[in-house]
C-alpha cells in the first residue's frame, strides 16, 4: 500500500503531538458537544447519510465515536453497533448518551483506530465519522480498518475538511492555536485521493457545507465500483 498521510492536493500535514490527541480529548469532551453550536451544521446531514449507509447490517463498528452524535443514528439503523474511541471520558459522555436514551444495541469499548483489538472480517460495515484529519498515520489506520471489515463490506468515512476553504483554513490555525490535534488539513478532492490511494473504491462522495465543511465518503476496499453522486 503506498504512503497515504502525507501532502496531496493541497493537504497540508500537521506534526503530531505525543499523545495523538488523547489528552485534548480527555480533556474537551464535556464541551465537545457545545462547540457543534459552531462546527455542527453538517452533522444531521452527514449522520443521515451515514445511517443509510449501513442500514440492515448485524454489526456495525464506529472508530472514534465520541460522544455519540452519530451513533445514536447508527443504532436505529443496524442490529448492533460497538462504539470505539481511545479517550476515556468521550466514551463517558457517550455511556451516559445512550443510557439516557434508551438504547440497547450499543456496546462501548475504548480502542485507538491504528490498533484495533477486533477478530479480523469480523464487521458487516465500519464508520470513522470526523476522525481522519486527528490521524498522524492514514495508511496505519486504513490498513486496520480493512482488517476487521468483511469482503465487500462498506467503509463510511466522513471528514472535516480543514484545507477546503479559506474560511475552514482560517478557522482551522485559530484552532490549532488552542491545541486542537488536527494532523490533516484536508481539502475534499485530497481527501478522496488519499483515501482511494488507501485502496478505496469510493461509491458515494459529496461536500456538506459548514464553517470547516465535511467530505462525506463512503466505498468498498478492494472492490470495483461506480461513482454515485449526491444531489
Known amino acids: 500500500m503506498s504512503r497515504t498521510n502525507g501532502p496531496r492536493r493541497g493537504d497540508q500535514p500537521v506534526k503530531a503531538s505525543q499523545d495523538n490527541g488523547r489528552t485534548y480529548w480527555n480533556r474537551y469532551a464535556k464541551n465537545y458537544d457545545r462547540s457543534m453550536l459552531v462546527f455542527g451544521r453538517p452533522l444531521a446531514e452527514m449522520a443521515e447519510l451515514a445511517a443509510n449507509a449501513v442500514k440492515g447490517a448485524r454489526r456495525v463498528l464506529e ?5 455519540g452524535l452519530v451513533t445514536m443514528a447508527l443504532a436505529a439503523a443496524v442490529q ?13 459522555v457517550l455511556q451516559r448518551r445512550i443510557r439516557d436514551a434508551g438504547v440497547v444495541n450499543v456496546t462501548l469499548q475504548r480502542a485507538d483506530l491504528s490498533a484495533l483489538p477486533f477478530e479480523a472480517h469480523s ?4 464508520v470513522c465519522a ?8 492514514l ?5 486496520a480498518v480493512r482488517k476487521v471489515l468483511k469482503p465487500g463490506a462498506s467503509f463510511v468515512a466522513p471528514t472535516y475538511c480543514h ?3 479559506r474560511l475552514a483554513r482560517a478557522v482551522s490555525r485559530v484552532l490549532a492555536v488552542t491545541g486542537f490535534p488536527v494532523q490533516q488539513r484536508f481539502t475534499f478532492d485530497g481527501l478522496r485521493h488519499s483515501l482511494e490511494a488507501g485502496g478505496l473504491q469510493v461509491t458515494r462522495c459529496v461536500l456538506l457545507p459548514g464553517v470547516i465543511p465535511i467530505g462525506y465518503i463512503e466505498g468498498v476496499f478492494g472492490a470495483v465500483s461506480q461513482l454515485s453522486p449526491v444531489a
Open 123 to 126: 464487521f458487516d460495515a465500519v
Open 163 to 165: 484545507g477546503d476553504t
Open 139 to 143: 495508511e496505519l489506520a486504513l490498513a
Open 80 to 92: 448492533h453497533v460497538v462504539a470505539t474511541d481511545y479517550a476515556e471520558r468521550m466514551l463517558t
Open 63 to 67: 472508530v472514534g465515536a465520541g460522544t
Open 130 to 137: 470526523n476522525v481522519l484529519h486527528l490521524l498522524p498515520d
